[in-house]
Each structure stands twice: as C-alpha cells, then as structure tokens.
C-alpha cells in the first residue's frame, strides 16, 4: 500500500532552534515526495520536491530510501516558520494524485 | 494571475440533499484535481480532470462526481449527503508542463451537513 506516515501531530521549538519534521512513506519503486506548507489564512502550497534537492527559506528535504523516510529540516527555525506542514507522496495512479500525510504542526516560540 | 477561486467558501445542507461545488483554474491551468480533507481523514483525493475527461479517481463511493467544462472549470457533486460528508473540499489546478506535484490550491468549500 501506499502511505505516508507524519509520526507528530504537533511540533514545538524556540526560535533559533533546529527542526526536524519528520516524513515516512511506503512506496514500491522510486518514489515522488513534497513538502506542502499550510500558514495561518493562507492557502496550501508546495515548499519543495525531493526532485529538485532545492533549499527553500531554508528548509531542505532528503530523501533516504533505505529508511523509506523524507524529513523535513530547518538549522534555525523562525516565528515565520510556524505553519501546518504536509509531507505527500506521488501516487503509482499517476498525474497529480497526491498522497498525504496528516500533516504536522509547528510552532516556533520567540 | 488570479489564483483558484472555489465558490461556495460555505454552505450548510441536511442529510439526504445534494451539493455542487465550483472551482475556477488558474488561468492557463487545465488540470483540475479535488480533495476531501477532514480531521479524522486528513487530505484525500477525489479526482482528477484534465481537457474535460477524468483521469483519475480516488477511493470515493458514487455519490462523489464531478465535471470538467470546455474552459477549465471543475464542478464537483455530492448527492444523498451524509453527516460524514461534512469537510473542506479543496480544489488544486495544475498547468501543463508544469512541475510534477505542484498543485495550485483554492481556499476550499466548507460543507457542513446536519
């Protein structure tokens, strides 16, 4: 089956600190991920690809396809970073099916 | 550019009734997908439609249809509403040639059903 698995409903740091979402998938074959990024009154929007191995206000995604796993990683989180994070999954159906994951919360507290 | 525009932002039905919602692409966008997200079930796929055919569909009984007309915009219907039918219905475009994944997504239709 395909699933992705967002192990923490809510995460909590102070500003300056690192953060790790955290991103498990199961796939068979060479899988497709994304970060979608939700803020507060905005709309769901994509932050990265795995595809692109891009850093993006200063996020950055590996993937580790031993560990089946894409975590999400910022060195130094900032109050602006506080948002509902999504980790998704391109579906074997093709096109632009998604598969996500139940999202993950962060709060960074000044 | 405009982004994607769904309408109604809010409605309330009873049980029993059906629903229709609209999604407006973003200009240029062909691609029209659909999402169902919940608390309990989070973010799940209904469909998908591209030049007016559907080419993809989730996991949803078949009281979950939708449309795709001549200028790019998505209508998706729901009828015989169910308690469980209460969610945010999402609606994300996607341009052709575009990068794989990138979804462009409404600000949703809240449907509550009581």
């Known amino acids: 089956a395909q699933r992705v698995t967002q192990p923490e409903k809510l995460l909590s740091v102070f500003k300056g600190a690192p953060v790790e979402l955290k991103c498990n998938y199961s796939?068979?074959?060479?899988?497709?991920l994304f970060w979608y990024v939700q803020y507060s009154r905005q709309r769901l929007q994509l932050l990265l690809r795995?595809?692109s191995r891009e850093s993006i206000k200063g996020f950055t995604a590996d993937l580790n396809k031993g560990e089946t796993s894409f975590h999400l990683k910022k060195p130094f989180a900032q109050e602006e970073d506080s948002a509902m994070y999504y980790c998704a999954l391109k579906s074997s159906g093709g096109y632009n099916k998604l598969i996500f994951g139940a999202g993950t919360r962060l709060a960074v507290h000044p | 550019k405009a982004g994607v525009t769904q309408t109604p932002r809010y409605l309330i039905k009873t049980r029993g009734q059906q629903v229709t919602l609209s999604c407006s692409p973003i200009?240029?966008?062909?691609?029209v997908s659909w999402y169902q997200q919940t608390p309990g079930q989070g973010l799940q796929f209904l469909f998908e439609?591209?030049?007016?055919?559907?080419?993809n569909k989730g996991n949803f009984p078949g009281r979950f249809s939708g449309r795709q007309f001549s200028n790019s915009r998505s209508e998706m219907n729901v009828s015989t509403l169910e308690l469980g039918d209460s969610a945010l219905y999402l609606c994300?475009?996607?341009?052709?040639?575009?990068?794989?994944?990138?979804?462009?997504f409404g600000e949703g239709s809240r449907l509550t059903v009581l």
């Open positions: 439609y591209f030049s007016e055919t559907q080419r």
């Open positions: 200009s240029g966008h062909r691609s």
């Open positions: 994300a475009s996607t341009k052709a040639g575009g990068l794989p994944g990138e979804l462009f």
């Open positions: 795995h595809i």
């Open positions: 796939y068979s074959g060479s899988p497709e």
